[in-house]
């Protein structure tokens, strides 16, 4: 139980309702999901939750290729096979050659720790099924030592997804669930304002002006993000473009500059073009 | 006071379970929700609400019942998304055609005036889902909101067959985006993987470097095998347009798990039947042709062959000569789905109608014949039977 409460900190602007559901997961020591386009701060969640509350972080990053198991622990067969050749006298012990995972560190940690699972999407189908009792019981296991590990802490954990893949019903059903929107504009000024602080006013109005009307693009394969957003600004910023050129360009042709930050696809970056171009004829100043 | 929500929940449509009630019950006995109304919305959704496709679902449903309206959930449930009508209207018309519009009121004018139309048609349950569900595109057409041209097909006859339809049309090609649903369809696919060794050793084979290191008098001699791929090569034929258009979700869905699952995945698209060529776009499909022939020498014969398609067309476009509604065949598509099948041994069809119509259209059955039996049902169960015929 825990008496502290997330509330953003001061580089992460949590909207209310994030605020609820990270503090019901903190709460009643449940898995968050956490879903949303990419690029709006999912990963981010669980560094700035882990920093809000004080809590160690540990991070498992799935890939393709992880296995649920690789998360609780793997048994170096091969380490040991080489000490028994060598003569070792470690070989006697099979716990020595017992290698953790994440979620085994995150079960001994001292203090309640964050556990970030991230992209649990892009792991095999049934990886999610292979977790289940991990995530709600919070223990494993061990075969090979025949020892049960149980967590010290229920840890706070914080899964994310890019909705590659549907996750199983009876995995949701252990879960808060929480879609990051996209932003606002008006949450997205303070977002901004919380990563460039000395931003003046005006580029800021025409640099978001300017993004949301990208954004609004129908039809585009990757709409930019908040982080796509972040790294524009900060090219602006360093290529010290004036918020007049902006604007300027924002009434002729639309094509904002260095755009290759916002769109990241050749298809994108055409139909933009075309749709700037379609807009100059039937509009010609 | 939360059980007869609960229950709203559940009769409008959403797959909330009791453990999550419990949970929101519990997250309220430790005082998360506070005092205010929007504390409990937001518990209520991140406890009861899974998938953000049915946030919207849930807004209103939170709405109806603690505004105390009566509404009934039938009314919205029926709703129409207006980007769906969009979209489907921009994929209709040419430029032209739009400037027509414009002329008539405007889109948003006209948009208003399907969307009622559409609305009077659901009490018609058959045809008014199957026109909203399905990219249907009579609507335009029968109704006379489209200028001359776009005339889509027939009405009438419901499975809109023996017709000649010369309309040059643009089919969309299908999206393999889709994720929601196709969980299932992975899960049956997955019985079709078909492991095999191949590439750099790079995984002891623990089994072996026992074996060997016993032989080698104790002393250690490590063996190495390559990871395990799914080697299985799937071909993909896909009938697109025309009374497949009420089957494109379940087409989309099939296609979208095919895509993620299989590594070696060729797919094709035709037209109601198989003939001298396929395509790979169907914006393209009049100038990007590839020769049924090619595929056949290209693609060697352990590929597994897969159709996908309602089989319901005239049966002269079968076994006849020039009985293709597109174009004019030299040889009947029974020869040529004949040569494919010859191909590869190991081939189905699956078919998005349920399989009780089968009996009923003529062209089905042929194409039963064709496939000595092998078709199934585009259904999670006939999908797995054919898998298993596949093996």
């Given at each position: 139980?825990?008496?502290?409460?997330?509330?953003?900190?001061?580089?992460?602007?949590?909207?209310?309702?994030?605020?609820?559901?990270?503090?019901?997961?903190?709460?009643?020591?449940?898995?968050?999901?956490?879903?949303?386009?990419?690029?709006?701060?999912?990963?981010?969640?669980?560094?700035?939750?882990?920093?809000?509350?004080?809590?160690?972080?540990?991070?498992?990053?799935?890939?393709?290729?992880?296995?649920?198991?690789?998360?609780?622990?793997?048994?170096?067969?091969?380490?040991?096979?080489?000490?028994?050749?060598?003569?070792?006298?470690?070989?006697?012990?099979?716990?020595?050659?017992?290698?953790?995972?994440?979620?085994?560190?995150?079960?001994?940690?001292?203090?309640?720790?964050?556990?970030?699972?991230?992209?649990?999407?892009?792991?095999?189908?049934?990886?999610?099924?292979?977790?289940?009792?991990?995530?709600?019981?919070?223990?494993?296991?061990?075969?090979?030592?025949?020892?049960?590990?149980?967590?010290?802490?229920?840890?706070?954990?914080?899964?994310?997804?890019?909705?590659?893949?549907?996750?199983?019903?009876?995995?949701?059903?252990?879960?808060?669930?929480?879609?990051?929107?996209?932003?606002?504009?008006?949450?997205?000024?303070?977002?901004?304002?919380?990563?460039?602080?000395?931003?003046?006013?005006?580029?800021?109005?025409?640099?978001?002006?300017?993004?949301?009307?990208?954004?609004?693009?129908?039809?585009?394969?990757?709409?930019?993000?908040?982080?796509?957003?972040?790294?524009?600004?900060?090219?602006?910023?360093?290529?010290?473009?004036?918020?007049?050129?902006?604007?300027?360009?924002?009434?002729?042709?639309?094509?904002?500059?260095?755009?290759?930050?916002?769109?990241?696809?050749?298809?994108?970056?055409?139909?933009?073009?075309?749709?700037?171009?379609?807009?100059?004829?039937?509009?010609?100043? | 006071?939360?059980?007869?929500?609960?229950?709203?929940?559940?009769?409008?449509?959403?797959?909330?379970?009791?453990?999550?009630?419990?949970?929101?019950?519990?997250?309220?006995?430790?005082?998360?929700?506070?005092?205010?109304?929007?504390?409990?919305?937001?518990?209520?959704?991140?406890?009861?609400?899974?998938?953000?496709?049915?946030?919207?679902?849930?807004?209103?449903?939170?709405?109806?019942?603690?505004?105390?309206?009566?509404?009934?959930?039938?009314?919205?449930?029926?709703?129409?998304?207006?980007?769906?009508?969009?979209?489907?209207?921009?994929?209709?018309?040419?430029?032209?055609?739009?400037?027509?519009?414009?002329?008539?009121?405007?889109?948003?004018?006209?948009?208003?005036?399907?969307?009622?139309?559409?609305?009077?048609?659901?009490?018609?349950?058959?045809?008014?889902?199957?026109?909203?569900?399905?990219?249907?595109?009579?609507?335009?057409?029968?109704?006379?909101?489209?200028?001359?041209?776009?005339?889509?097909?027939?009405?009438?006859?419901?499975?809109?067959?023996?017709?000649?339809?010369?309309?040059?049309?643009?089919?969309?090609?299908?999206?393999?985006?889709?994720?929601?649903?196709?969980?299932?369809?992975?899960?049956?696919?997955?019985?079709?993987?078909?492991?095999?060794?191949?590439?750099?050793?790079?995984?002891?084979?623990?089994?072996?470097?026992?074996?060997?290191?016993?032989?080698n008098a104790g002393l250690l001699d490590i063996r190495m095998v390559p990871?395990?791929?799914?080697?299985?090569?799937?071909?993909?034929?896909?009938?697109?347009?025309?009374?497949?258009?009420?089957?494109?979700?379940?087409?989309?869905?099939?296609?979208?798990?095919?895509?993620?699952?299989?590594?070696?995945?060729?797919?094709?698209?035709?037209?109601?039947?198989?003939?001298?060529?396929?395509?790979?776009?169907?914006?393209?499909?009049?100038?990007?042709?590839?020769?049924?022939?090619?595929?056949?020498?290209?693609?060697?014969?352990d590929y597994k062959l897969i159709f996908v398609g309602d089989a319901t067309m005239s049966p002269?476009?079968?076994?006849?000569?020039?009985?293709?509604?597109?174009?004019?065949?030299?040889?009947?598509?029974?020869?040529?789905?004949?040569?494919?099948?010859?191909?590869?041994?190991?081939?189905?069809?699956?078919?998005?109608?349920?399989?009780?119509?089968?009996?009923?259209?003529?062209?089905?059955?042929?194409?039963?014949?064709?496939?000595?039996?092998?078709?199934?049902?585009?259904?999670?169960?006939?999908?797995?039977?054919?898998?298993?015929?596949?093996?």
């Amino acid at each position: 139980m825990t008496d502290k409460r997330f509330t953003g900190t001061s580089s992460y602007i949590a909207t209310d309702d994030l605020t609820m559901a990270v503090n019901a997961a903190v709460t009643l020591e449940r898995p968050i999901l956490v879903k949303g386009e990419p690029g709006t701060g999912k990963t981010q969640l669980a560094i700035e939750v882990a920093n809000s509350l004080g809590r160690p972080l540990h991070e498992w990053h799935i890939k393709s290729t992880t296995k649920a198991q690789q998360g609780l622990y793997e048994y170096d067969a091969v380490a040991r096979l080489r000490d028994s050749q060598l003569g070792d006298d470690r070989v006697h012990d099979i716990g020595n050659y017992i290698v953790r995972g994440k979620v085994w560190e995150a079960f001994e940690s001292e203090q309640q720790p964050v556990l970030l699972i991230d992209e649990i999407d892009k792991a095999d189908i049934e990886f999610p099924n292979d977790l289940l009792r991990e995530l709600d019981r919070m223990e494993f296991y061990v075969y090979e030592t025949k020892k049960l590990i149980t967590a010290r802490h229920r840890p706070i954990i914080v899964i994310t997804s890019n909705n590659e893949k549907e996750l199983p019903d009876a995995f949701l059903r252990r879960c808060f669930f929480h879609y990051i929107k996209f932003p606002e504009k008006d949450t997205m000024a303070e977002i901004v304002d919380v990563h460039f602080p000395n931003l003046k006013k005006d580029l800021l109005k025409e640099a978001l002006e300017a993004f949301y009307k990208v954004r609004d693009v129908r039809g585009l394969k990757k709409k930019p993000s908040t982080s796509e957003l972040l790294d524009w600004i900060k090219l602006l910023l360093a290529e010290d473009i004036a918020p007049e050129v902006l604007r300027g360009e924002g009434s002729r042709n639309a094509i904002p500059p260095l755009y290759g930050a916002l769109l990241k696809n050749e298809q994108d970056v055409h139909l933009f073009e075309q749709l700037v171009f379609l807009d100059r004829r039937t509009n010609p100043q | 006071m939360l059980i007869p929500f609960f229950y709203m929940l559940r009769e409008g449509g959403m797959k909330t379970s009791i453990t999550e009630l419990l949970t929101l019950l519990e997250a309220m006995k430790r005082g998360l929700a506070g005092q205010s109304v929007d504390d409990f919305y937001y518990l209520a959704r991140t406890s009861l609400v899974k998938d953000e496709a049915q946030l919207d679902r849930f807004d209103r449903i939170f709405g109806a019942y603690f505004k105390g309206v009566e509404d009934s959930l039938a009314d919205l449930m029926q709703e129409i998304p207006e980007d769906w009508l969009r979209h489907q209207a921009e994929l209709m018309l040419s430029e032209e055609e739009r400037r027509q519009i414009e002329a008539m009121g405007g889109f948003d004018a006209l948009m208003k005036a399907l969307q009622e139309r559409l609305e009077e048609q659901d009490e018609r349950h058959e045809g008014g889902n199957r026109w909203i569900g399905t990219a249907g595109t009579s609507p335009f057409g029968a109704y006379g909101y489209n200028p001359e041209g776009v005339r889509m097909g027939q009405e009438g006859s419901r499975n809109r067959s023996a017709v000649k339809v010369w309309d040059k049309r643009n089919y969309r090609n299908l999206d393999d985006s889709i994720e929601l649903g196709t969980r299932n369809i992975k899960v049956a696919l997955r019985k079709l993987r078909k492991f095999a060794r191949e590439g750099a050793a790079d995984q002891l084979d623990l089994d072996d470097t026992i074996d060997k290191t016993a032989r080698n008098a104790g002393l250690l001699d490590i063996r190495m095998v390559p990871e395990r791929h799914n080697a299985v090569k799937v071909l993909l034929c896909l009938d697109i347009g025309g009374s497949m258009d009420d089957h494109v979700r379940i087409c989309e869905e099939m296609f979208s798990a095919a895509r993620s699952e299989f590594k070696h995945l060729e797919y094709f698209y035709f037209h109601n039947f198989i003939y001298e060529s396929l395509w790979k776009d169907n914006r393209r499909r009049h100038s990007e042709k590839t020769p049924t022939l090619d595929i056949a020498h290209k693609y060697a014969s352990d590929y597994k062959l897969i159709f996908v398609g309602d089989a319901t067309m005239s049966p002269y476009e079968i076994v006849y000569a020039g009985g293709s509604v597109e174009h004019w065949n030299e040889e009947p598509g029974a020869v040529w789905i004949k040569r494919l099948l010859n191909t590869y041994p190991k081939a189905v069809w699956l078919n998005p109608e349920p399989k009780q119509r089968w009996d009923y259209t003529p062209s089905t059955k042929l194409v039963q014949e064709l496939m000595e039996d092998r078709m199934y049902p585009l259904t999670i169960a006939g999908l797995d039977e054919a898998i298993k015929a596949l093996h």
